[in-house]
């Protein structure tokens, strides 16, 4: 993921990766920052990509 956030590359992890964040506060902390950010996000479906997309 840092490479990417380095050379300005976006980067959409798609799937639900609930039964892990549950299982993990390290991982439910790192999906909350990336999703603030602009490079690397979570989304459970491309639909949301979508939405995201068309907001910024």
Excluded at 5 to 10: A, D, I, K, N, Q
Excluded at 25 to 30: D, E, G, H, K, T
Excluded at 48 to 54: F, I, K, T
């Amino acid at each position: 993921m840092q490479k990417f956030t380095s050379y300005g590359v976006r980067l959409a992890i798609i799937g639900d990766i609930t039964p892990h964040l549950a299982a993990s506060s390290a991982l439910r902390a790192l999906v909350r920052e990336s999703n603030r950010a602009r490079h690397v996000w979570f989304l459970p479906d491309l639909d949301a990509l979508d939405e995201r997309l068309q907001a910024n």
